[in-house]
T-cell receptor, first 116, second 109 residues
Framework: DAGVIQSPRHEVTEMGQEVTLRCKPISGHDYLFWYRQTMMRGLELLIYFNNNVPIDDSGMPEDRFSAKMPNASFSTLKIQPSEPRDSAVYFC??????????????FGQGTRLTVV | DAKTTQPPSMDCAEGRAANLPCNHSTISGNEYVYWYRQIHSQGPQYIIHGLKNNETNEMASLIITEDRKSSTLILPHATLRDTAVYYCIVETSYDKVIFGPGTSLSVIP
């Protein structure tokens, strides 16, 4: 397996534009996580899914952020409208089995988002 | 929810053992201790995890105290490529992995 695949790797957009980040988890993994990383706040969990269903979105900062998982092999994180303070590295991760405990999470390489 | 505390930074000489401590005094009986690391600009990478017994794999060893209130990650022979931020995590709920600030390890030639 190629691991967790994120696209694009880098995104530069203007303030007010819509941004869509994409993630393909490892096949067979039931859990998918979206994280955001900044120098100030470190790694923050935004939302996670179990079997394509959002379980906890309490980390999503504002209504401008939304995430979907239409099927087991694809998820999107959308920001509309984007703002400069959304500039960060966004990571997607997936985990196997029906629980994370006693299993590990596999991370993608991240999408570096810059909003100007 | 259990929380962890780690020193913000550490240095280690190349070829020596790196011992990274972590305190998790409020850990529950069924919560695991996980270690991840993040090399600059890359996604976090799983290292090792344990419940109460010491664990070892090809990357590292994990020593958990008998009362489970603290643990130590040991990199037996640190190399320059081990320079990274190391995260000690205790599962705070059934499902999700929450990261703290971690320890920035610098391996010095």
């Amino acid at each position: 397996d190629a691991g967790v695949i994120q696209s694009p790797r880098h995104e530069v957009t203007e303030m007010g534009q819509e941004v869509t980040l994409r993630c393909k988890p490892i096949s067979g993994h039931d859990y998918l996580f979206w994280y955001r990383q900044t120098m100030m706040r470190g790694l923050e969990l935004l939302i996670y899914f179990n079997n394509n269903v959002p379980i906890d979105d309490s980390g999503m900062p504002e209504d401008r952020f939304s995430a979907k998982m239409p099927n087991a092999s694809f998820s999107t994180l959308k920001i509309q409208p984007s703002e400069p303070r959304d500039s960060a590295v966004y990571f997607c991760a997936s985990s196997p089995a029906y629980r994370v405990m006693n299993t590990e999470a596999f991370f993608g390489q991240g999408t570096r988002l810059t909003v100007v | 929810d259990a929380k962890t505390t780690q020193p913000p930074s550490m240095d280690c000489a190349e070829g020596r053992a790196a011992n990274l401590p972590c305190n998790h005094s409020t850990i529950s009986g069924n919560e695991y201790v996980y270690w991840y690391r993040q090399i600059h600009s890359q996604g976090p990478q799983y290292i090792i995890h344990g419940l109460k017994n010491n664990e070892t794999n090809e990357m590292a060893s994990l020593i958990i105290t008998e009362d489970r209130k603290s643990s130590t990650l040991i990199l037996p022979h640190a190399t320059l490529r081990d320079t990274a931020v190391y995260y000690c995590i205790v599962e705070t709920s059934y499902d999700k992995v929450i990261f703290g600030p971690g320890t920035s390890l610098s391996v010095i030639p």
